[in-house]
């Protein structure tokens, strides 16, 4: 098979599939350190071999341990194995987020464990096996792609970012319904028990990348990035909505529309758009992959923090986010603050006219 994903070793670049791969489950309100000391446990029915397996230091212990017991196998053992064996498999993907977009980013890619010892959950080491466990994984990432969050966000690769403020790591995702691509930087290790400091932030060519004072948004994106990197970590989502949803050359026109008087609004609605085309609901899967349910949002966008409230996130502090505030983006701030309810203060000395 061509392009086959062959796994083995929980240590490979595909490893995370091994049932060794240090990945704990909870089934039933008991925790098992990895699904192979789950699967090796449920061929007893004997409680003391049950937790000496389940106690095992490691998956190759708990292996080893129930072949000590492979004359009290329980009698239905071969009609329930492949159950048990796909239990403990949507346990550990639904329990483990980045596994599951993992799994999923495969797309159709033959998935086979290649083992020269197993020929019924592997390949037998020369194709001839059932690759039944390979089977079971690509069963399961069938379920998957077609269910929430996936079917809206697709996570597609990450790579190291290193930046003039740090060194971020970039996570690639893509919109299966209109291919829009968008990024996630995330910095330092992200502890989701507590609240991670998070920033949205749409692209704006002309802020982000040229240096433009007609808005505030390069400014902000600096100090997002500054600030995530002294707070230790944290992670800015960056959003291709370009021109608040409308696109890069619409934004010109509107611009063009602004440099004859209208303002960021009106010039929207001039062209026939409403002021903020803007989606937000994809950032639920962006953020069910990092495993961040609970937020400090940079920003000065209600609609942001409602955003993210309609998807489930606990947006437990908004933090305010307002830079590069010049005589340029005066009357830009001044409409999104009267027209677009954005929270601006005036302390940073100018009138927001
Ligand atoms: N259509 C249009 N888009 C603009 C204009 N100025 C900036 N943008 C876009 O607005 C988006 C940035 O949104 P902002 O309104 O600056 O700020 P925000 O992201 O909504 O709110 P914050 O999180 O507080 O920054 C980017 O997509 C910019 O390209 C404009 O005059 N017209
Ligand atoms: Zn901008």
Known sequence: MADAIQFYE?????GFFSNF???SIVIDGTTWPTVEHYYQASKFLAADIIARVHHATTPEQAFKISREYSKQ???DWNSIKEAVMMRGLRCKFHQHHPLAHWL???ETQPIVEHC???AYWGDGGDGSGQNRLGQLLMALRDELKNKHPYKMIRYVDAAQLPTQFGVFTM???VQPDNNTEHLALTYGELDVTKPVLIRLHSECLTGDALYSLRCDCGFQLQKALETIVSHGSGALLYLRQ???GIGLLNKIRAYHLQDKGADTVEANERLGFAADMREYHFCEGMLHYLEIDQVKLMTNNPRKVQALCIAGINVVERVPLQEGHNIY???YLATKSSKLRHILSKEDGFSLS
């Not at 929980?10 to 595909?14: A, I, L, Q």
């Open 10 to 14: 929980p240590n490979e670049r595909y």
């Open 116 to 118: 020269y010892s197993d």
């Open 73 to 75: 196998v329980r009698p």
């Open 104 to 106: 999923v980013a495969t």
């Open 242 to 244: 370009e021109g608040r």
């Open 21 to 23: 791969s240090l990945h």
């Open 171 to 173: 996570h690639g995702f």
């Open 329 to 331: 983006n005066d009357n």
